[in-house]
Structure formats: C-alpha cells, structure tokens
C-alpha cells in the first residue's frame, strides 16, 4: 500500500502560481511513477503531468506543457506540481497516484491522493 496527501491547492488569480505537494508513504516511493490528474466539476478525472520513478522522464498533457513543471524528491518521498500561468480552466480538484509504471491514464495508477482544490478565478 502507499498512502498519498495532496497539499497546496487554494484560490488564486488568473496568471498567478501554485505548487502542490504529494507526500508519499508507506511503500518505498522510489519505486513507483508518479502522476498529477485533476477532475473539474461534471467532467471526468484527466491526466496532467507524469514522472518516472528516477525523474528522468516526464510526460504532460498538453494544456500544460510549458506552463507546468513536475518534480520529485525521493529523500522526501514527495511529488510537486509547479504551475505558472494560470487560467481559470486550471480549476479542478488534483490529484497525485503512484504507479509502477509512468503511464497517462487513470486505470494505469494503483494508489490514489483524496485530492486538492485549486480554483483561478478570472
């Protein structure tokens, strides 16, 4: 099992910054890709950033590419999710979830966060 808590999510203005935390435990987390979903109200859940287990490959959805950046820490057992530029369509509920391999589906992570809320208001 590994446990996952989201942290960072708030309310903030369009073009502002965030960086939400997931930090990681249980399992060892070196182990496993990490990924950052989000689900808006009545829309699914969709894939936003993933990393593999050594940071050295990262894939990102392409609303975010060059606005998002994705980092790990392994000493800390933590996932980040830099966003800059914000827009007001970034708002949704994040998620991180681990898996034992990077993927950028939903069904492909085993182990899920309870979520954190960002809201960009225009």
């Known amino acids: 099992q590994v446990q996952l808590v989201e942290s960072g999510g708030k309310l903030v203005q369009a073009g502002g910054s965030l960086r939400l935390s997931c930090a990681a435990s249980?399992?060892?987390?070196?182990?496993?890709?990490m990924g950052w979903f989000r689900q808006a109200p009545g829309k699914e859940r969709e894939f936003v950033a993933a990393?593999?287990?050594?940071?050295?490959?990262?894939y990102y959805a392409d609303s975010v590419k060059g606005r998002f950046t994705i980092s790990r820490d392994n000493a800390k057992n933590t996932v980040y999710l830099q966003m800059n530029s914000l827009k007001p369509e970034d708002t949704a509920v994040y998620y991180c979830?681990?898996?034992?391999?990077?993927?950028?589906?939903?069904?492909?992570?085993?182990?899920w966060g309870q979520g954190t809320q960002v809201t960009v208001s225009s």
């Open positions: 979830a681990a898996s034992t391999v990077i993927g950028t589906k939903v069904s492909e992570y085993a182990y």
């Open positions: 249980g399992r060892t987390f070196s182990n496993y890709a």
């Open positions: 990393i593999s287990w050594n940071g050295y490959t990262t």
